[in-house]
């Protein structure tokens, strides 16, 4: 299913790094995103879900959710944070828009989002993402920066 953004990149306000691409794939669609450190990465990534979710632009950030999550590896951790932000949508309609990370390590992950629940007078769903899944996922440290790519069921 192709994405109605296509693989437009989203600028940080920085001319030389992008926070997050769509990346298209036959059943599937993900994202890669970017970061300047790799709490910079984990923050455009939880964007870039959201990106695919609804409108940024119309979720405001009047409320903030703080969690904290440990995991046994990078990746994992990187899954099952964008898997409980995903989960606060489904289960308790939470859009996000910003994201603080205040630590991570490798197994562990403490952050602030910042959104508002679901208005169906204002917010538009454009994707229903399923799970967040391992297929093709990747975290790696670049000239740049960070980046990692993630694919997500719809």
Same mark, same amino acid.
């Given at each position: 299913?192709?994405?109605?953004?296509?693989?437009?990149?989203?600028?940080?306000?920085?001319?030389?790094?992008?926070?997050?691409?769509?990346?298209?794939?036959?059943?599937?669609?993900?994202?890669?995103?970017?970061?300047?450190?790799?709490?910079?990465?984990?923050?455009?990534?939880?964007?870039?879900?959201?990106?695919?979710?609804?409108?940024?632009?119309?979720?405001?950030? /009047?409320?903030?959710?703080?969690?904290?999550?440990?995991?046994?590896?990078?990746?994992?951790?990187?899954?099952?944070?964008? /898997?409980?932000? @995903?989960?606060?949508? #489904?289960?308790?309609?939470? @859009?996000?828009?910003?994201?603080?990370?205040?630590?991570?390590? #490798?197994? /562990?992950? /403490?952050?602030?989002?910042?959104?508002?629940?679901?208005?169906?007078?204002?917010?538009?769903?454009?994707?229903?993402?399923?799970?967040?899944?391992?297929?093709?996922?990747?975290?790696?440290?670049?000239?740049?920066?960070?980046?990692?790519?993630?694919?997500?069921?719809?």
């Amino acid at each position: 299913m192709p994405h109605p953004e296509g693989r437009r990149p989203v600028p940080n306000g920085n001319p030389v790094m992008t926070q997050f691409r769509i990346l298209e794939h036959t059943a599937d669609v993900g994202f890669e995103a970017f970061g300047a450190t790799r709490e910079g990465m984990f923050a455009n990534a939880g964007r870039a879900l959201f990106y695919l979710i609804t409108d940024l632009e119309a979720v405001e950030t /009047s409320d903030r959710v703080t969690l904290a999550l440990e995991a046994q590896e990078a990746t994992s951790l990187l899954v099952d944070w964008l /898997s409980e932000i @995903l989960y606060l949508w #489904d289960a308790e309609g939470w @859009l996000f828009r910003d994201f603080e990370i205040h630590r991570l390590t #490798d197994q /562990s992950l /403490s952050t602030t989002a910042w959104g508002e629940r679901f208005d169906r007078e204002r917010h538009q769903i454009k994707l229903l993402v399923k799970a967040i899944t391992y297929h093709q996922l990747a975290i790696e440290q670049t000239r740049e920066g960070w980046r990692c790519q993630v694919y997500v069921d719809i």
